[in-house]
């Protein structure tokens, strides 16, 4: 899911402003790059935190539903599978009730917004877990996943494109 080639070039131009935007509010790439090394070192899984917030030196991290441990073990195995065939798509078959976890997940996680506020700015950046969902896929957003499930050497492939 961290294939940076897998995402189309206006994908790439919005990912690049969006991640350049919350480096310029902290500070600095090293403060980013730093929360990221955080999130992906703390464990259990800082999205499944009880009081569906993560605070990380300058920035914190909130969304409005408790997000359980099952859930978010789902949605890693759900990218692992994806990772380099169907670029940030999650597919499954409607139809079919093996996939009733996956769609259950999906319905789960589209209605939360996650809020990273960076201490001293008023304003801070929202965004959902998927961009668009279909009937037969959902499409995860690349800046939740670059926050929550890619390692450092992304977002720098990232921002020096």
Sequence with gaps: ?????????????????????????????????????????????????????????????????VIFLDKVTLLEKAIKSNRNENKYLITFDADDKKNKTIINLIRTLSPITFKLKIANHVNGVDFKVFNEIGKSSAELNPLFVSIFFCYVNFIKTVLKD
């Design 1 to 65: 899911m961290c294939n940076y080639d897998c995402l189309t070039q206006a994908q790439k131009d919005e990912l690049k402003q969006q991640i350049q935007d919350i480096v310029e509010m902290m500070g600095g790439l090293n403060f980013f790059l730093k929360m990221i090394e955080k999130l992906r070192a703390s464990k259990p899984h800082p999205l499944s935190a009880r009081n569906s917030k993560v605070m990380i030196d300058k920035c914190e991290i909130s969304w409005d539903k």
